[in-house]
């Protein structure tokens, strides 16, 4: 461990501050006592020794002849071992410009199947008549994973195999123990220490029961993916050591909207809620949007014991039949869930958004609310698509704040679009579960007007805090998209050509409006699902960053995650920095960004208040960036 002093994530810090370091020096390198010496000031010596080992095990850096250097420079190569029937390897290394390298068993160091090595490429191994360039493994890095979860197959003369979870595991081992288990029945193994030229061996540790018993199958991805579903000994006691309820003394400083009337949206089975709405009129013709997120961070101290599982967890897991929460239940399922005619702490921004959708003014504020009514998607949905006569009598001003909400998700949607943003419309697939638990069908989702007013709602909150931080110049955490390969379009254009589905423009530096216009050409077609699927495997991943560099499928410039500090990490490092920025700024002060040359704003108790620049403007400096 860093120490107590330092904070979750401060182990990142201290690797990349290592590399940084070793990159500079290059393949000459640094012995051990100059980095501890170069780091003394900030970081203990056992820290840097134990993050030095880290990066050796992760392939990242490496000791020779008592220097340490990038892995990089030092002309070796980090790739994972499969061991072929003769003792002999083949090492693959992904993304390297040679992808697999043979390696004779004598010189593989006593590294084993699915094992990361360091590998050193020999003289004269090029490829010659189409035989694979030879290697040698310098080291093995790491271990293997300790653990696997699979099934035993009975093999002739009594010896069992496990057949692993993971279809792309090419580790097989000799299991023992089990012996009068069926071969449906999952277990988990633990793997013995292998010795060179020793084929891998395991013993069961654990029974899960048989893949036909309800459940069991959850317990496999658990244990697979090493989800932990218990919290430490004492951390649920100590959540639940914290208040049902807000305390009056917990208001203090606080804007007080208990009396504007919020709802909140979720799922029909969701257990917790930490997002709410709500929508007024203004008297121009537009709206007042509030986007109000439980505010986690006044529970859950940074760098507390709270704080450090919730790192450690990074986000909650759900499963059809139950969910993995990143925080203990008192506080996912209770004090910081907005449940109706209760009070609770929140961080609310407010945006007041023009009759043409563009946000003109945003603020920020910590916040206390009390949520009208907890209402489903289904259910918002037939009120406004199905209305009946008794609805006025039973829901009162929650129908009006409804109009008024998809009044104003058209808008927001027909901006966002207009601006390039790519609306991919593959609803995701619901597991339905008879009374025992058994999956007896999978329906798609729908993807209703309900749904559509959440995500319009919290797209516009989150890119309102993401230009609040980034106009900041402080350190901050935001939600990154970058564009797609050109490699990537290419194949995309390829295979949509025979479609006759042409995809326009410059691939080397593409526009998100060229991809929505293949996705328009195709909606509601029978083909619709499939090209939706192509376009969106063409996409890069999104991350997470510290720059902000914004997010290219909204077509957004400033984009961050803001609105789920129950079940995301990052939500709650981003909920911490508005905190900071509310708490720190002085009453009046200047501001200044990028894409906003002369914006008027003024500070009132904590809040912020924008005058908006016209994307359209925006876009002529961002190119296919565009801000809301």
Known sequence: MIGASHLPGDEAVLRAALVERLERAGRKGLATEELVGQLSAEWPEAAVRQAMTVLADAGEAVEWNRRWMPVAASGWLVGEVQVLESGDAVVVTAGAEVPAWAVRAADLKGAGVGDAVLLRPLKKSGRRAGRMPRAAVVRRLGHSRRTLVGTLEQLPGGRRRLVSFDPRSRLDPWVEGGDDLAEDVYVVVELDERRPGLEAQARVVEVLGSAATPGVDVEVVLRHYEIPEVFPAGLEESAGELPKNPRKADFK????????????????????????????????????????IADVAHYVDEGGALDLEAYRRGTSVYFPDRAVPMLPEHLSNGLCSLRPDVPRLTMSALMTIDERGKVVRRRFAESVIRSGRRL????????????????????GEVLDLLRRAKALMRKLLERRLARGSIDFDLPEGDVILDTEGFTVGVRPGQRTVAHRIIE?????????????????????????HDPPSKDALEELRDTLAPLGLPLKGDLAAPQPSALQAVLRRVEGRPEEPFVSSLVLRSMQRAVYSPESRGHYALASRHYTHFTSPIRRYPDLVVHRRLKARLRGRPVEEPMEEADHPSPLHRVETGERLVEDQDPRIVHQRCGDLDAL
Do not use: C, K, Q
Not at 377 to 384: F, G, K, Q
Not at 456 to 461: K, Y
């Open 253 to 292: 400083g606080r804007r007080d909207l208990r009396r504007t009337l919020t709802v909140t949206i979720d799922g029909a089975t969701a257990r917790d809620f930490d997002d709410a709405i709500s929508v007024e009129e203004t008297d121009a013709g537009g709206w007042r949007l509030g986007v109000h």
């Open 376 to 395: 489903t998607y289904e259910e918002v949905t037939r009120l406004l698509e199905e209305p009946r006569p008794g609805d006025r009598e039973e829901y």
């Open 456 to 480: 319009e709602f919290m797209i516009a909150a989150n890119e309102a805090v993401a230009r609040e931080l980034d106009g900041a110049a402080e350190p901050a955490l935001y939600r990154l």
